[in-house]
Nanobody
Framework: QVQLVESGGGLVQTGGSLRLSCAASGSGFTISTVNWYRQAPGKQRELVAFITVNSTSNYVGSVKDRATISRDNTKNTVYLTMNNLKPEDTAVYYC??????????????WGQGIQVTVSS
């Protein structure tokens, strides 16, 4: 099974920037749409952004105008860059991808999540 691993999180001050990475390990697959979600303490998980296989992207909610999602298909990696971070961006960030096998089989694994903490 393909595994997704997030990296790049950590502690950042208000107004700072971070680039999160979501890397898929394994072979014999293609990655279709990749979504980034986040879950703040006591809140439901929410969609932040997504990018399709042809790099069409969209952003949801408060990260609009502050985030950029991109992908490097040669590295099986999707990035989420967030600028002008605010304390309310503090959350665990997760990626989820649609993985396609040559047989046509599809599945949607999640990464383990990575903490982003924005200090005021």
């Amino acid at each position: 099974q393909v595994q997704l691993v997030e990296s790049g999180g950590g502690l950042v001050q208000t107004g700072g920037s971070l680039r999160l990475s979501c890397a898929a390990s394994g072979s014999g697959f293609t990655i279709s749409t990749v979504n980034w979600y986040r879950q703040a303490p006591g809140k439901q998980r929410e969609l932040v952004a997504f990018i399709t296989v042809n790099s069409t992207s969209n952003y949801v909610g408060s990260v609009k105008d502050r985030a950029t999602i991109s992908r490097d298909n040669t590295k099986n990696t999707v990035y989420l860059t967030m600028n002008n971070l605010k304390p309310e961006d503090t959350a665990v960030y997760y990626c989820k991808a649609i993985i396609k096998r040559p047989s046509g089989y599809e599945y949607t694994p999640w990464g383990q999540g990575i903490q982003v903490t924005v200090s005021s």
